[in-house]
């Protein structure tokens, strides 16, 4: 069951980064085709993330604390929700083209959670206390949050040129 679960969080891992690559290229795109195009792969990796998520806890949940596999189930409803929000991006994108503020509003919540998560286990594999591992996590949100605003604006000042 170890070697299913490494190469489980291997995947996992893997199709996250794919999907936070994606989502960039995509918030910077302005042809609504292609943007359709990354959006699909952004729905596909995460769907790939949260199936290798769940692979990779089904692989060792007996072996972990009760309040691990709370954190584990939370981090897979996320997942969910993470899908959700590409896939209404996905549907913005078809039926109101226009409507560029909407996108990256879905796939920037999209970016942060996946940006936040990054964070996360970096600070959790350096063995940080559990007061930083946090102040990470929010210092990551902040960041993302600051990152989509200062997306929008040019987005925005774009338009009135």
Known sequence: MQVLHTIAI??????AAGAFLVGVVLLFQSKTLRQLQLARGV?????LMEVFLVVAILSHLTSVATITQLI???????????IWRALQALSVLREHPGNQGAV????GFVLISLFDGFAIVTA????APGWLVAVVAVGAV??????INVRKKTLT?????
């Open 10 to 15: 291997v995947l996992h891992a893997s199709s």
């Open 124 to 127: 959790t594999d350096l063995q």
């Open 142 to 147: 902040a960041l993302g949050i600051s990152a």
């Open 104 to 107: 990256i509003d879905h796939i």
């Open 157 to 161: 000042i774009g338009r009135f040129q």
């Open 72 to 82: 584990f189930g939370g981090l897979a409803i996320l997942g969910l929700y993470m």
């Open 43 to 47: 729905v596909v990796l995460l769907m």
